[in-house]
Nanobody
């Protein structure tokens, strides 16, 4: 059974940083592109960032470009999201997702999802 488990969320002041982690039970983790999405209350789930199978390619939503960095460690079956210069509008539940294909930005294109971790940025 595939499991994706996010951690690292919390409450932070505007301008602060957080690092999210996602541990995957995927047997062939390196065969999956990974992504982060987020969903704020009353809004649709939106793409944040994606990373290719070996980590050589990354992509970001315009709203986080230059502030967030996605990375992965295939030896640890993990993907990370370093979030700097956080803004109140970054407040959301953050989800990691896995799919064999790269580069996809729509939630319905992803096979596997974690349960999410809450990020709250206070002003």
């Amino acid at each position: 059974q595939v499991q994706l488990v996010e951690s690292g969320g919390g409450l932070v002041q505007a301008g602060g940083s957080l690092r999210l982690s996602c541990a995957a039970s995927l047997r062939t983790f390196g065969a999956y592109a990974m992504a982060w999405f987020r969903q704020a209350p009353g809004k649709e789930r939106e793409f944040v960032a994606a990373i290719s199978w070996g980590g050589g390619s990354t992509g970001y939503a315009d709203s986080v470009k230059g502030r967030f960095t996605i990375s992965r460690d295939n030896a640890k079956n993990s993907v990370y999201l370093q979030m700097n210069s956080l803004k109140p509008e970054d407040t959301a539940v953050y989800y990691c997702a896995a799919d064999p294909h790269y580069y996809r930005t729509k939630p319905q294109e992803y096979d596997y999802w974690g349960q999410g971790t809450q990020v709250t940025v206070s002003s």
